[in-house]
């Protein structure tokens, strides 16, 4: 797993570096040389250009103009100011060591003249705003940065494209659309997240010292980054000798006259994501509908209320099922009404391992009268509980739901809230969003985000029966929960890519993310083993 620190963490493990003998300076030295190294890496590229700004991540910069200029590449450093005249002290040591060494040195040119430079250049080194920035660039940056975007020349940033916050993700003004960014020490949250997913291109974590991994361990991460290899202990052993019970039963409690796709696309899931035994409960007034879309599946009509919702009454029928099954979802397309959240409640209450999603999201912050976390003995129980809300759902939990979540470092926020309060190892809550976060009392989980293609009305509903359906089969003393909820967020990421290869990045719709899900399991599934069986053979002594 690769640790992802805060923004102002990221300045205590600089220090903490300093104490142990790798000063600022050398730290500069070394993150320019990272730069150029990634640069003298790339082929066809001969001359570069580097667009420095006032401050350290300028002085990067500067150190890779020389670096690079040692080693024959023709550079030319665009800056705002004379090198003398740069405030920083080690920004301006670094940038006069580069005038003194000859680099070519252009100071604040007019936009035409910056094209020139860059339409002769093979590649843009980003080097104008680091990882401390936050707002909108002011000039000259705001227009330097429209023109290396207008240019078309490949681009490589330093720590972080130039007008992304590092820390929200968030660009509300111009920014820079790099190809690669080369990120110092470790990963940053506004990197991976939002607006940072598209302007990032690939990123590459460049350390800088050997003490570096103990000293972000040190400074606390704030989450942690899910390498495939790491879902080795959740993946099932394929074997034959197995049975439909063995394989794990899911009950769906879902759908009302207003939304019965819902509970179908759930259902769907939970059976293509590897349930051997998946039942359905509904309304009893769409319970005919729902059983001629899914014939595989036993429906369960049940109590229901002359709106088509489910009533209180038919907390009995569902608690009995849930007893007989290894896992229950609740809350698809089930809608906000007394009866809805008395199913929830009696749920919540019970031993069976539960995953609330949706309605039942909002079934609960009705409960707590929006502030979940003020109340942990709700979500306090024996057995497993995961909930997955988007940030607005998030909000609505959490007393936020004028000013929800907008980053993924406030989402983790507002989804610790609630697990600290509740204290316990058996709640994880899967903070969805551009990148989803799931969270347990321990850390903080990401997985890797699927593309656009998920964001479509009943697409969540198709998360919650993978999830489900994991958790089914997964063993009573069940350890790490984020993680198997992290791998369920994969398989919906691999399903959803395998969906828009069919239909097109916007004409996807949940069933067919649903449809994708059981291919999606077996491709995940082959490439952690295959990754832990490659890594077993680099163990094994030569004879």
Known sequence: MQPVLNVEDVKAVENGLSEQGVSISELMRRAGGAAAEEVMRLE?????????????????GWVASQVLQSHGYSVTVVS?????????????????????????IVVGPPREDLMEILSSSDLVLDAMLGTGFHGEPKPPFDIW????????VPVVSIDVPSGLSAQTGHAPGACIVADETVTMLCLKPGLISDEGRDVTGGIIVAPLAEQTERTVLDN????????????????????NNVDKYSRGSVLVVAGSSRYPGAAVMAAKAAARAGAGYVTLAVPVTIAPLIQMQLPEVPVVGVAAEQDGTFSAAARPVILK?????????????????????????????????LVVDA????????????????????????????????????????GLADTPPDSLTAALEAARRIVWADGGSE??????????????????LLPEPGTASLATA???????????????????????????????????????????KRYGSRGVMAGDIADEVGLAVDELEDHVSSLVAGAAEDQEPSL
Do not use: Q
């Open 359 to 398: 309605d039942g999201l909002n079934c609960l912050a009705r409960l707590t009268n929006g502030h979940l976390d003020e109340f942990p003995e709700v979500t306090r129980r024996d057995a497993p509980l995961v909930l997955t809300p988007h940030r607005r759902e998030l909000g609505r939990l959490v």
């Open 44 to 60: 066809d590229v001969h001359a570069v250009a580097i667009l420095v700004g006032f401050g350290n991540n300028g002085g990067d």
């Open 427 to 444: 709640l994880c809550i899967v903070a969805k969003g551009t990148a989803t976060a799931c969270v347990g009392v321990e850390a903080a």
């Open 458 to 500: 009943g697409s969540g509903d198709v998360l919650g029966g993978i999830i489900c359906a994991l958790l089914a089969r997964m063993p009573d003393d069940i350890e790490d929960l984020p993680l198997i909820a992290a791998f369920g967020c994969e398989v919906h990421a691999v399903a959803g890519s395998r969906a828009a």
């Open 321 to 353: 099922l849930a007893e007989r099954s290894s896992a229950t979802l609740v809350g698809p397309g089930m809608r906000v009404t007394g009866g809805t959240v008395a199913v929830v409640s009696a749920l919540i209450n019970s031993k069976a391992p």
């Open 220 to 239: 606390d991460p704030t989450a942690w980054r899910v390498e495939p290899a790491d879902y080795a202990d959740v993946v099932a052993p394929h074997t």
């Open 80 to 104: 705002p100011v004379e090198p003398e005249e740069i405030k920083s002290d080690l920004a301006r040591l670094v940038a006069k060591s580069a005038e003194d060494a000859g680099v070519e």
């Open 145 to 152: 940065i429209d023109t290396v975007n207008a240019a078309g």
